[in-house]
């Protein structure tokens, strides 16, 4: 979708299936989906700023706090 011109929309789904996969629980494809919305979201410094927040609170199994600081 972003490479469509769509990237909002492609947010939004990404925002959606990274919900979905947090309530769920662990999944295969989980760091990926981290990965990508630190990526795609790099110009919005408010919601680095959110995914930031979310792994320096609460239990932080994966690691996702070391792979922000990558």
């Known amino acids: 979708m972003t490479d469509a011109d769509k990237k909002p929309e492609a947010l939004k789904v990404l925002d959606k ?3 979905l996969t947090k309530k769920k629980g ?3 494809f989980q760091e990926t989906l981290f990965r990508n919305r630190m990526h795609l979201y ?4 408010a919601v680095l700023g ?3 927040k979310e792994t320096e609170t609460g239990p932080d199994p994966s690691a996702y706090k070391q792979l922000y600081v990558i």
């Open 50 to 52: 959110n995914i930031k």
């Open 17 to 19: 299936l990274w919900d």
């Open 26 to 28: 662990e999944c295969k």
């Open 42 to 45: 790099r110009d919005n410094n």
